[in-house]
């Protein structure tokens, strides 16, 4: 039988061993241990405060520049969209400087800007019910609207959203720029209010329930990745409004670049210029020149910072040596 004193000893042995094993790893490593430890300290608060160097300086830059779009802003714009009018095409989420420096853009380009359709949360949902009652809607406004249904869609999960653009589309745009006959344009866009899919916004006239036809369109994005679900109407809706107009862009923010994106989809294939970077100065010039190059018959194009994207529609300069000729950007 094994007394208290054996359960002693060994518990004192143990104990003993581990003290040992304690100190003479204590006394053997930490030399080598210590002085790995602080190199490696020292090497990430050098990178460390390396990265923020680097960090002042882009943001440096990125003011630099903002600042040069806004005094430029006037030389690079004048008399580009004189004539045309461009309406605004909101989806939820866009970032709050976007709608209003946009809008300044055209304007110094010469543009009318008929106002907003601001496309509300409910317009997105892709659940049966939504997308049967937008397809109810634009089934039943087709006539009225003068257009066609789409017969096959881009995403069947949203192709309630695609033939309702088709409809919304015919209300507030036209090549010609002559809009729908009588008030056929207010009664869509009012059926589609109603509904809870979009508000309209007029500046010209408080409370309106339409918007003066628009020649071109800028189609703005949420400033923050979305659902897919989101992305896919989001091209779908320019689809629609890409061959009702004389040219239209989709801006969105930086935030928002990414596979799978609405810009990186449509910019991808769609009939739809995009320009990434429309939270900053230099991007909503792009807008303007964006769509005077649809204007002038140029393919649809991806501007901005995104890998592959054209830096802007300004003429490149020739490779070093070669004779001085100007070719314009063109995305991917």
Known sequence: MIDFRY???????????????????????????ETALKKAEQVLTADNYSLRAKNGTL???????????QASAQRLLSGLLTG?????????????????????????????????????????????????????????FAPQAQVTLPGST??????????AAAVIASAIVSKSGAGLPGSEDSTILSGFAQAGFLQVYNPAQSGASSLAPATLAVLLTPAAPQPQAINEALVAFAAEL????LGTVMAGSVSAIGAGSAISLEGSSGPASTVDYADYEVGQIVVAQALRELLDGKAA??????SGNAPSPAPTAPPSGSAVTTSKGTGT
């Not at 881009?154 to 033939?163: C, D, T």
């Not at 890409?242 to 107009?245: D, N, R, T, W």
């Not at 194009?301 to 995104?306: D, N, S």
């Open 59 to 69: 943001k440096d830059q990125v003011s630099a520049d903002q600042a040069f779009a």
């Open 301 to 306: 194009t991806a501007y901005g910072v995104e």
């Open 7 to 33: 359960h002693l000893v060994s518990i004192i042995a143990v104990f003993l061993a581990l003290a040992v094993g304690l100190v003479v790893g204590a006394t053997s490593l930490s030399g080598p241990v």
């Open 84 to 140: 045309q009018k461009v309406v605004l095409v909101v989806a939820p989420n866009t970032a709050s400087g976007v709608p209003g420096g946009v809008t300044t853009a055209l304007r110094q380009a010469g543009a009318t800007v008929t106002g907003e359709v601001l496309l509300q949360p409910g317009f997105f949902d892709a659940s049966g019910r939504t997308e049967s009652s937008l397809t109810q809607l634009a089934g039943q």
């Open 242 to 245: 890409s061959p009702a107009s």
């Open 154 to 163: 881009l995403y069947p999960a949203v192709a309630g959203q695609q033939s």
